[in-house]
């Protein structure tokens, strides 16, 4: 019986261990230069710790709710969930129905933005990049269920 009990919990603990943890994800949020709105952003980290993907949006109210899983992986954000790319680095826009735009953006000008984006005074007004390739694409979203 010992056995068995032992030989259990060393499989579950190595399917367990099977399944990649992500390095988890965080949310900023900056003043927009009309004063009104803010641009919200939530990042996502590889289980190494690197950037895997970014989701923005503006809001007049700004903030939000996000959930996570387990795992640290991004679930959902206003109560509305989320399918970014796993696969591949990104850059998505929010859209108001919760689903996410992808911003068609060059691996050389994500590798920039990525590192821009891990620098401690990073600002998306400060960003060329996010400026010109990012904001264009952000529309405003609200939480609608007072999340």
Not at 9 to 30: E, I, N, T
Not at 38 to 51: F, K, N, S
Not at 83 to 101: F, I, K, M, N
């Amino acid at each position: 019986m010992k056995r068995l009990v032992i030989t259990s919990l060393v499989l579950a603990s190595f399917v367990v261990g099977c399944r990649p943890r992500f390095g988890g994800g965080s949310s900023g949020s900056y003043g927009n230069a009309d004063r009104e709105t803010t641009t919200e952003v939530v990042t996502q980290r590889d289980p190494d710790g690197h950037l895997l993907f970014v989701i923005a949006w503006t809001a007049k109210n700004g903030g939000g709710s996000t959930s996570f899983s387990g795992r640290n992986l991004l679930t959902s954000i206003h109560g509305h969930t989320v399918h970014p790319s796993l696969e591949r680095r990104a850059v998505y826009a929010l859209q108001a129905d919760g689903t996410l735009q992808q911003i068609p953006l060059t691996d050389e000008q994500i590798t920039a933005l990525f590192r821009e984006m891990q620098d401690v005074g990073f600002h998306t007004s400060h960003s060329d990049i996010w400026q010109e390739a990012v904001a264009p694409h952000l529309i405003r979203v609200e939480a609608t269920n007072g999340s």
